[in-house]
């Protein structure tokens, strides 16, 4: 920790605020504390998150809770056959008193955006957002636009077959750092949601215990978080194996073991470690990965999924072993 943006007292401000949020957000979520731990990671990540499932599981809920107890801006938009993609980014429009054109922000102009269902919305208001995911920015009749630091987009969409949905690409989900899914809660879980709610939004208790700055500091002390030569190639291995295997028509590129690695130190962050060790890879592996590859027709036809192969691929990969003691991958 030689640096001083490092230093013990800035590393250990970043964990207990991270811990802070946390458990803001898990005053409004019930049961969904792994959830909330990979959107948080995302966060730190300066990553982007997809979650897919069927409507009503609380995917708006967890988004606005976490914009809220992080004290960030925060910006909605339900995306509908109807949207354009100069909603999304902005347009110039004619000022009669001034005989100007002046530009209008769009709804990127927010720190977390949610994309609500972007899977209803055309293909070219989808494309929209690649810009500003990939380069923290817009061009707007040949003129870019900085968008607001930290940024980062959390789309939510109805799984594939739902009526009215149109299939995101491959280009725009390699975008995304990580694929959550929320699944349906426990009964038990069921239960204590309606109890939480007969006195109103629990999303109003939610109390802001950060803003942009210490996000920022958050996402900087994050990179600076030591991952060894011997985790470096491990999560390469892990990702190169998509390649060869004969039931992915698509493997995954190198910007999944980029996102796998940076998602790997915002989970070290979290439970407090200067360094990666190899279970933080592990366990973001399927949700970083299971987006990016794409099945062959036959492995689809014999009712096999990518989350599935990608468990094979982890255990059949070789694990560094890591010596905690000494701190090091050895």
């Known amino acids: 920790m030689n640096d001083a943006a490092f230093s013990p007292d800035r590393f250990a401000a970043a964990c207990q605020t991270a811990d802070a949020i946390r458990a803001e957000v898990d005053k409004v979520i019930t049961g969904k504390q792994r959830e909330t731990a990979l959107l948080l990671c995302a966060l730190i990540a300066g990553g982007h998150v997809l979650i897919e499932d069927v409507p009503g599981v609380g995917k708006t809920t967890l988004a606005s809770s976490l914009a809220k107890a992080a004290g960030l801006r925060f910006k909605r938009a339900q995306f509908t056959p109807d949207v354009m993609a100069s909603d999304i980014t902005g347009f110039n429009i004619y000022n009669r008193k001034t005989e100007n054109f002046e530009f209008q922000e769009g709804l990127v102009s927010t720190n977390i955006l949610l994309a609500d269902e972007i899977n209803r919305a055309s293909p070219k208001t989808q494309s929209s957002l690649l810009e500003a995911m990939e380069e923290a920015q817009v061009t707007v009749d040949g003129t870019t636009y900085a968008i607001p630091d930290p940024f980062f987009v959390i789309a939510t969409q109805n799984p594939a077959g739902f009526v009215g ?140 999924n990518a989350e599935g192969i990608l468990d094979r691929i982890l255990g059949e990969t070789p694990v560094p072993f890591f010596a905690k003691e000494r701190g090091r991958t050895v």
């Open 165 to 304: 949905t149109y299939p995101l690409p491959e280009a725009q989900l390699d975008r995304f750092s990580l694929r959550i899914r929320m699944g349906y809660p426990t009964e038990e879980e069921e239960v204590a949601i309606l109890r939480a709610r007969k006195s109103g939004d629990p999303i109003e208790n939610v109390s802001p215990v950060g803003d942009e700055n210490t996000v920022r500091a958050l996402i900087a002390c994050s990179e600076k978080i030591r991952v060894a030569p011997e985790i470096e190639r491990y999560v390469v291995s892990l990702v190169a194996a998509t390649r060869t295997r004969p039931e992915f028509s698509l493997g995954a590129s190198p910007r999944a073991s980029l996102a796998l690695m940076k998602l790997s130190r915002a989970a070290a962050l979290l439970s407090h470690r200067a360094y990666v060790v190899p279970e933080d890879v592990a366990n973001l592996y399927k949700e970083t990965l299971s987006h990016r590859v794409c099945l062959t027709r036959e492995a689809a036809a014999e009712g096999k």
